[in-house]
């Protein structure tokens, strides 16, 4: 009874905290408003994913050096002022992404699954994006390297009892008005049973500029006024491609946050939120390299606004947070003791999802035969089967009993691990996909194909990387700060905390 006791004090009191951190915000910041604002949320990414990144491109630089170094890599990691957001909601300690983007969007608390609406789904608020664009006359720019009507770019124009609303999303996204949508299509276009009128005729109805091209997105200009940009080459979900998939001069993230730069410059101000949405799907699907590669290409997104920045560092403000973990990430794995051989990603050429869709797919309608498929796997991720059992033991003994080699990690399979993909091969191979998925399963393949996600598995424990989970873990965010009111930013407080740090600097009521 004294625990339950203590918990409801210890709730109430986080409860009390964001006015009283609200107000020491207004009073620091009085009289200082930023007068552009970039909103960074990598979906799924927490110190984990973020260290890894930079962990992994220290150990690539630092390739055949007998000391390891960690330079600072990240662009996110030169801003001045880094502070850490808690992440709960009214459901979990575990959060989704359309509660935690609420928190983040209005500072208000509510279930997973939940779009900027109380618990009793009665109440609605209203968003930092929708106050500053109707309150300061502020330009909106939204992008996303998943839909855009998916849960954390809906969470700064749409309120909605339910993130899979998608079509009543999509029309709030045309009624908000705003002025640039980048990134990902659209989901349920016309509707869950498709009998409604597509939403893209709706946007072009409502005066939106509606474009599918990547040649169209280059000759945009501020002067075509509301515009609404799909990537050309839409990938797993109508996404963007993973960054390591992406062909050559394809545009990532980066290449639309520039656009949209270009786009919404004005002299009264803009708010631009960007999502790096592929960085939680990779971490579901425990793809460590493609987790890397898309963490990288937000921090590249956040290189232009430091860009940006450098040109007007006395009107800028530049946030870069996440929405929660995925995965359970940590840089650690019980079979390689202490030591890690980030190096060995490098040798993943693909990410899982287009493993899936350009290899797997073909595999189970060809009934391939697992030699063959044990060969693109060493060409594609760099696993190679075990070699014969003289030359297995020396390697053994070579490295100290270790399966690595002195040049850094193994990638040859153990027989063990040989084994273990055999056996994902077999039930990939006899899933027709209407199968009951039983708990040794999903434990061992979360909801992805048994082949992929083994590959991944086994590469990522070789480099010394392993994952908890197939969901969101409740770790704390970081908060990394730039610009005008930054140092509002620092401590540890609630993901709430950052809407409220935001309208104390903006004034918006």
Not at 360 to 381: Q, S
């Amino acid at each position: 009874m004294k625990l339950k006791k203590l918990g409801a004090m210890l709730l109430a009191m986080t409860m009390m905290v964001p006015g009283s951190v609200c107000q020491a915000a207004e009073s620091e910041d009085a009289g200082t408003a930023p007068k552009y604002i970039f909103l960074f949320i990598g979906d799924g990414m927490s110190y984990p994913q973020i260290q890894t990144t930079n962990y992994y491109l220290s150990a690539v630089a630092d390739d055949g050096d007998e000391i390891l170094t960690s330079q600072s890599n990240l662009n996110m990691f030169a801003f001045p002022v880094a502070g850490s957001a808690q992440t709960y909601d009214s459901t979990s300690f575990c959060p989704d992404s359309a509660s935690t983007a609420t928190s983040i969007a209005t500072g208000n608390k509510t279930y997973s699954g939940t779009i900027n609406m109380d618990e009793t789904m009665s109440v609605s608020y209203e968003t930092i994006a929708e106050k500053l664009k109707d309150q300061l006359g502020y330009k909106i720019g939204i992008l996303s390297s998943v839909n855009l009507n998916h849960a954390t770019p809906a969470a700064f124009y749409a309120h909605q009892a339910s993130r899979s609303s998608y079509y009543e999303i999509g029309e709030e996204l045309i009624a908000s008005e705003f002025d640039y949508f980048a990134g990902g299509g659209l989901l349920k276009v016309t509707g869950s049973d498709g009998d409604k009128t597509s939403l893209y005729d709706l946007a072009e109805e409502a005066g939106y500029k509606v474009v599918f091209t990547q040649e169209e997105a280059e000759a945009l200009t501020a002067e075509d006024g509301k515009a609404i940009v799909i990537d050309e080459h839409l990938a797993d979900s109508d996404a963007m491609s993973y960054a390591m998939d992406l062909e050559e001069g394809e545009w990532g993230l980066a290449d639309y946050v520039e656009k949209g730069i270009e786009v919404l410059d004005n002299e009264t101000g803009f708010f631009m939120m960007v999502e790096g949405g592929k960085i939680d799907w990779a971490c579901h699907a425990n793809d460590a390299a493609a987790t890397i590669a898309d963490t990288l290409a937000l921090d590249e997104a956040v290189g232009k606004a430091v860009e940006f920045y450098n040109e007007h560092p006395d009107e800028t403000l530049i946030l870069v947070t996440g929405d929660h973990e995925t995965g359970g990430l940590t840089i650690g794995f019980a079979g390689t003791d202490y030591d890690t051989f980030l190096t060995n990603l490098s040798n993943q050429k693909i990410s899982y999802a287009k493993f899936d869709s350009d290899y797997v797919a073909a595999y189970k309608e060809n009934g391939t035969d697992f030699d063959t498929v044990m060969a693109d796997i060493t060409e594609l991720f760099g696993l190679q089967a075990p070699a014969g059992e003289e030359e297995e033991a020396a390697t053994l003994d070579s490295a100290d009993s270790h399966p690595h080699d002195e040049d850094g990690g193994s990638l040859v399979l153990t027989d063990y691990e040989y084994g273990k993909l055999q056996a994902a091969y077999e039930e990939t191979m006899s899933r027709t996909g209407d199968e009951e998925i039983s708990q040794e399963e999903y434990l061992l393949y979360g909801s992805y194909e048994p082949l992929t996600v083994t590959i991944t598995h086994i590469l990522n424990n070789k480099s010394g990387i392993s994952f908890s989970s197939y969901a969101h873990t409740g770790l704390p965010v970081e908060v990394f700060a730039q610009g005008v009111g930054q140092d509002s930013f620092e401590g540890y407080y609630d993901n709430t905390e950052i809407y409220f740090k935001m309208a104390a600097l903006t004034g918006v009521e």
